[in-house]
């Protein structure tokens, strides 16, 4: 069956992504639509001649900014190659804000087609898509290209290439739901970690001991207070009174900035309930996922832990270790700098998935992306077991073992 993919309208606009919005992949500009229809035959041309094989150059647009809003419109392509351009600059920055800013600015992009080197004629030919612009190094950021044959004549393939994203997509179909989700929050991120988290409790002893521990916090926070009603409002109620009811822990950064507290003077009201208001939104996004995972009960330092002189910090710090290892889990806001940051971020899945650009019977043509621990522009990956300055996120995590295993 011929795959074709559909020409974005330039004039298209763009809202700010809600958290349930899903990227639709394999869309293509104007700019990259004649690329992507010259890949199949160029990789005929790349099996007969190899090396030989005649570099074929395209105009692309006229500025790194053009490239930017493109890949925010939704183009796959674009979206890869800004990715691409980052990822190859020594400082990890190429695509500079004030230049992304700058419609004006004459750096006009060329991509060319050409064969750095070549496969043998195994399941995967592979080449490569060059990207040319006035600021680029003297070797050009590069792309790499992939045909994948379903019936090769030596079916031996270099490994990987074995399972790409777009094979990925009908064996999964709720990871891929989420693989085009432009936020860590949206619903579709939370039903693929209630399935993982479905699968732990079910499968492996280890992730069940934490909650079988006997061991209970001297407080927790009571997400689902009030019934059936309304009210997003929590309250702090005594860790005796939650029976064997699993809980979560949440680790952050405090950043030296004001936070909702449990206190002397507040003690007994906020037993009675903690209006929604009050909560930091990392302390509200905490919430939600635990909600949405179907856990009733979170432990947070600072509203289970009665702060000031006259507070029980100094005991409670005694029994941290075994809270958070008694814990089902631990939501860790490793990627904000305090506690108004959130838990959530915004995903760029098109800049991380195999663009598909072609497909029949006999082949799949697609261009490979790069893996997100080694992309720049989209966020590098953080070790947990780094300290964030001042130890309290990702430190309150170290003490639960199963943060940094998992």
Known sequence: MDFSTQILDDKSVVAKPGPDDLDLPHQLCDKCQPVAESLPAYAKQ?????????????????????????????CHLCSILTDTLSVWQDDGDSIKENKIRDANSNDSLRI???????????????FCIDVHHPDGAERAPYAMVHRHLKDPPNPEFDPSC???????????????????????????????????????????????????????????LDLSPFGNSDSMDIRVVPGSTTSSAPYATLSYCLGGISTADLNPSNHDVYHERIPWIDLTKTMRDAVLTCRRLSVRYLW?????????PDGDFVQETTRMQAVFSGSMFTIAAADSSNPHGG???????????DCRIYEDEKQLVFIKAVAPCDSILGGKFRDLSESTGNGSTPGNCILDKRVRES
């Open 46 to 74: 790349v099996e007969i001649h190899g090396l030989k094989t005649p570099r074929i150059s395209y105009e692309h647009h006229s500025s790194l900014s053009g490239l930017v809003e493109s890949a925010r419109r939704g």
């Open 112 to 126: 060319v087609t050409s064969v750095h080197w070549m496969t043998a004629e195994t399941r995967c030919l592979k």
């Open 162 to 220: 074995e399972s790409t994203t777009i094979e990925r997509e009908a064996q999964w179909p709720q990871e891929s739901k989420y693989r085009w989700s432009k936020s860590t929050g949206s619903r579709a991120a939370h039903e693929l970690l209630k399935k993982q988290l479905d699968k732990c409790l079910a499968d492996h002893e280890g992730c069940t001991k934490g909650s079988l521990l006997d061991f209970k916090s001297t407080r927790l």
């Open 300 to 308: 947070i330092a600072s509203l289970c832990i009665v702060q000031g």
């Open 343 to 353: 838990c959530y971020r915004e995903r760029f899945p098109l800049r991380y998935a």
